[in-house]
């Protein structure tokens, strides 16, 4: 089945600590995103690649940094410089071709203590 | 600046209709999307509108006005498993996707 993974689905880390998310996609999408999403409020980009070792900031990119080496993987870093990094993670994947629909995988909540 | 406004949260009874309205001021415009999100959970894709025009898809139906910058999200037959949160995403010039707040949809039986 294609689809997007991202794991763990909850992630605790004291504060202080550089935490890395997985995503990984099997649907040949060209761009990935990362968003994030906290209680009652929208998703914000954090960053987003539409080409292997290419990537552009979002909205809230700082204290964030991302990688993108394969095609099918944009791992995030959450370092101790964001502020408040207690959040719902989403990460997203998308063709090129106008036509953007965005799938994401199931999202990985964390919380740092 | 672009911006989507959608309602912050609404309430309908079950088995009832429900329209939930979203306008957007974007830098051009590539087409409108509506998801759908349980708490805790991914967004899932409802439908898309490019052209000016209504949308149906079983329940759910979706409509478009380009030149007024408006669109809707029509819900029918309401059940309770629709109790989620609705969001309205606007692809602008660059094919980016500008994402509105979402409205917080609550059904009562």
């Known amino acids: 089945d294609g689809g997007i993974t991202q794991s763990p689905k909850y992630l605790f880390r004291k504060e202080g600590q550089n935490v890395t998310l997985s995503c990984e996609q099997n649907?040949?999408?060209?761009?990935m995103y990362w968003y994030r999403q906290d209680p009652g409020q929208g998703l914000r980009l954090i960053y987003y690649s539409q080409i292997v070792n290419d990537f552009q900031k979002g909205d809230i990119a700082e204290g964030y940094s991302v990688s993108r080496e394969k095609k099918e993987s944009f791992p995030l870093t959450v370092t101790s410089a964001q502020k408040n990094p207690t959040a719902f993670y989403l990460c997203a994947s998308s063709g090129l071709d106008g036509y953007n629909e965005q799938f994401f995988g199931p999202g990985t909540r964390l919380t740092v203590l | 600046g672009q911006n989507i406004d959608q309602p912050t949260e609404m309430t309908a009874t079950e088995g009832a209709i429900v329209q939930i309205n979203c306008t957007y001021q974007?830098?051009?415009?590539?087409?409108l999307f509506w998801y759908q999100q349980h708490a805790g959970e991914a967004p899932t894709f409802l439908s898309y509108?490019?052209l000016d025009g209504l949308e149906e898809k079983g329940r759910f139906s979706s409509f478009l006005s380009r030149s007024k910058g408006y669109s809707y999200l029509l819900l029918k037959e309401l059940q309770m498993k629709d109790s989620a949160s609705y969001l309205c995403a606007v692809t602008d010039s660059n094919y980016q996707l500008i994402w509105g707040a979402g409205t917080k949809l609550i059904i009562k039986p």
């Open positions: 974007t830098s051009g415009f590539n087409g």
């Open positions: 509108n490019v």
């Open positions: 649907l040949n999408h060209d761009a």
